[in-house]
């Protein structure tokens, strides 16, 4: 059954890494959801954030063409549920909209989003949280006339306590032998 | 991999060009021949090279393909890193084909290749090819070195990867202006990459729990792959054999890493391997796999495959375990360290009725295919079979034997009775037509006083034939069986069986090969036969320097056993 997953996967911070790992996934036709990059609690190390739907042997077997990457430290994979997850979206509107009527204003309380910008012509709101969330705000917004709307890739952290800094360690330890 | 001791790190720093500094790079990683072809964006390299000529050799082919698959053909003969090198552009595609072949055969290769100058990179400029992204998927490692001095690093990273954990080739672009910058040269040898683990240590409880599941065994078998050759464990790995008592049998990559006459191998996997291995795959109780991936050309239907049996599957690459089949007992590690113990923890035994079943299936399968095969009846005509019966007798199996891809490639490792370990250099996972004749080019290299034998189809032979450039130009004494049924038999024999003898574009009008072959000095005969067949292989083997032998056999013989496509190994057909 296909499952949507996340996965981290942690790098050196080298070019041409990222296109390696992405044909990991194209080549067996799984489609990336979304992609995030950026820098790790360990310092110097990449992490790259992937969310697919897919079976989880295939998952599994991906991650380990992943970590059999030269310069991949090590990669996870977490269904939703054992991840803390989130994604920001942007949406830009024309101003004259929040100053005509007071229901574009209503619909950023009632979904917790906040005003990120305002300027003469237009208005930036910002809004984090799951997907269903972003877009369920987008779908409100859109009659009132959306100029520009963006959503990030997933970032997520993962609830088992053991952390990379101790991967990083044992990998570390094992290159050795 | 073998390790090789390199050469003392030099300590003296010194002010070279990138160029030099390659080349004693490659010297002090104990490079002494290399393949490859010139070209504008390597030519500073080249030299450099002019000045190192007692040091290293290099052997220009006759097509960058060429230098790709002769250096494997070295690297799989030798247990180095072969080396070979290419201009950009064009020179470094041409490079492609051989790269991919060493990937899918994990073989450790080390590719140069010339860029065009830094701050000409993504203006489309002569030459350019953006190699670093097209060579991704068929490479372990790359890297583009645009800075002199990164490229002692580099070449020091790219060696230790080639030959590390599950070996594979590298590649190094260098951009031109790199190689005439002058730095100071320094060499430092790799010894680990922090993100890389290349031996994982072998687990005392997976040994223990594999050696339970073996000595419950009552119908074990076990099947070997190249692991086991890359890994030098031949002594390993007959002790283990030997000590368990149970069948054994071959992938073709694994294929002289036990003598094709010790008297528990019962013979070669998959497609068109022996009748035996591939029934007792489905009848046995536990399987043994040892440094092998469980290829489709080996498994058949996968949903069908050893379903009643428990697998233990010894292997370096945790990528490879449960990739293709369920695995119920995974040794990760290096198998010349999993087997010794593995061995240590075993019964010994012996299984009389098991073995009998292995017999009597190979009785079946001499009846049905082997018999005519090797002695064809006095009206057929000449038998792929049989030509090289006489190859393997005459020269008493000692021989390094290389092969193209298709008929000939099995009916030659089917029949060829290898007695010496490391023997046998094949195109197994990319099944690349040309591989053999620059291959056998690289073997003969890494082995100058042994016999080289390339084994090939009249198809594949044009595919690189041009390296008999090579040959003629270098001298080097290989010799050269044309198995020719004038047709591209393997797909002939396909469009026979699925596809109702549609044969198209499968028949092949040839050159004169004798023509050929003495336009480039090399002997050459031409057999059609039976009569004549002995003597003329007696001198084709005992002749002194190349010798190209063509042999017409039949036109439509086809090569069984054969398990069809999406069949289960159970099904395999003798006819
Ligand atoms: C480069 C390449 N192209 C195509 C194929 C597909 N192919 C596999 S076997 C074969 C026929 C080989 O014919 P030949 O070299 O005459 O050998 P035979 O099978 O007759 O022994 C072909 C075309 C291949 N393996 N490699």
């Known amino acids: 059954m296909k499952e949507q997953f996340t996965i981290s996967i942690y790098t050196e911070n080298l070019i041409g890494l990222l296109h390696r790992i992405t044909t990991i996934f194209t080549r067996r036709h799984s489609n990336i959801e979304s992609i995030n990059a950026s820098e790790s609690e360990v310092s110097g190390i990449h992490r790259y954030t992937v969310v697919i739907t897919e079976e989880e042997r295939k998952v599994k077997n991906i991650v380990k063409q992943i970590e059999k990457q030269i310069d991949v430290f090590k990669a996870f994979y977490h269904p939703n549920k054992n991840i803390v997850y989130q994604e920001i979206a942007l949406y830009k509107m024309p101003t004259n909209i929040l100053s005509q009527t007071r229901e574009v204003e209503q619909i950023v309380r009632k979904h917790h989003a906040r005003l990120l910008a305002v300027e003469p012509e237009f208005t930036i709101i910002e809004k984090t949280g799951f997907k269903e969330e972003t877009q369920a705000l987008f779908e409100q917004l859109k009659p009132h006339g959306i100029l520009e709307f963006v959503r990030s890739g997933r970032i997520s952290i993962s609830k088992p306590m053991k952390e990379f800094q101790d991967y990083f360690l044992e990998v570390e330890k094992a290159s050795k032998l | ?575």
Request: aromatic content about 8%.
């Open chain 2, 1 to 575: 991999m073998e390790s090789t001791k390199l050469k003392k790190p030099q300590s003296v720093k010194t002010t070279i060009t990138g160029a030099e500094a390659l080349v004693r790079c490659l010297i002090a990683e104990n490079v002494d021949t290399m393949f490859g072809y010139p070209g504008g964006a390597i030519m500073p390299v080249y030299d450099a090279l002019y000045h190192y000529e007692n040091e290293i050799k290099h052997i220009m082919t006759r097509h960058e393909q060429g230098a790709s698959h002769a250096a494997q053909g070295y690297a799989r003969i030798s247990g180095k890193v072969g080396v070979c090198m290419a201009t950009s552009g064009p020179g470094a595609t041409n490079l492609i084909t051989g790269l991919a072949d060493a990937q899918l055969d994990s073989t450790p290769l080390v590719c140069i290749t010339g860029q065009v100058s830094s701050k000409m990179i993504g203006s489309d400029a002569f030459q350019e090819t953006d190699i670093v992204s097209i060579s991704m998927p068929v490479t372990k490692w790359n890297i583009q070195i645009t800075k002199a001095k990164d490229i002692p690093e580099a070449i020091a990273k790219a060696f230790y990867i080639a030959r590390s954990g599950k070996p594979g080739p590298v590649l190094i672009d260098i951009t031109k202006d790199a190689q005439f910058e002058t730095f100071e040269f320094e060499y430092e040898p790799c010894l680990h990459i922090r993100s890389y683990i290349p031996n994982p240590q072998v687990d005392p409880k997976a040994i223990a729990l594999a050696a339970r599941v073996i000595d419950s065994a009552k119908k074990p078998l076990i099947l070997f792959g190249h692991g086991i050759l890359l890994a030098n464990a031949k002594q390993e790995f007959k002790d283990f054999v030997e000590k368990s008592g149970a069948p054994a049998a071959w992938t073709i990559m694994g294929l002289s890493a036990l003598d094709t006459d010790h008297p528990q191998n019962v013979g070669m996997l998959g497609m068109h391997g022996n009748y035996a291995p591939n029934i007792m795959t489905n009848e046995c109780d536990v399987l043994v796999a040892i440094g092998m991936r469980f290829d489709d050309r080996v498994t058949g239907d996968v949903s069908r495959y050893a379903k009643q049996a428990k697998i233990i599957h010894l292997e370096i690459d945790p990528a490879e375990v449960n990739k293709n089949v369920g695995v119920d007992v995974p040794v990760l590690g290096n198998c010349k360290e999993s087997l010794t113990q593995l061995t240590e923890a075993i019964t010994k035994k012996s299984y009389p009725e098991w073995n009998d079943r292995a017999a009597q299936l190979t009785a079946r399968e001499n009846e049905m295919v082997i018999e005519d095969e090797l002695f064809p009846p006095e009206e057929d005509k000449i038998t792929m079979g049989e030509v090289i019966r006489h190859i393997s007798d005459i020269s008493r199996g000692t021989a390094v034997i290389v092969t193209d891809v298709g008929q000939h490639q099995m009916v030659t490792q089917r029949y060829y009775n290898y007695k010496e370990w490391k023997s046998n250099v094949t195109s197994g996972g990319l099944g690349t037509m040309g591989f053999a004749l620059p291959a056998a080019i690289g073997a003969k290299f890494a082995a100058p006083h042994r016999q080289v034998i390339a084994v090939i189809g009249d198809g594949g032979f044009q595919m690189t034939i041009q390296e008999l450039g090579t040959i003629f130009q270098t001298k080097i004494d290989v010799k050269i069986l044309i198995l020719n049924n004038e047709f591209l038999g393997m797909v002939r024999q396909w469009q026979d069986l699925f596809f109702e003898k549609r044969y198209s574009s499968v028949d092949m009008i040839n050159p004169d090969f004798q023509m050929i072959a003495k336009g480039y000095g090399i002997t050459a005969e031409k057999v059609t036969e039976r009569a004549d067949l002995e003597k003329a292989i007696h001198r084709f083997l005992s002749s002194e320097g190349s010798y190209l032998l063509e042999v017409l056999v039949g036109k439509e013989n086809n090569v069984f056993p054969m398990i069809p496509t999406g069949a289960s190994v159970s099904e395999i057909r003798l006819s």
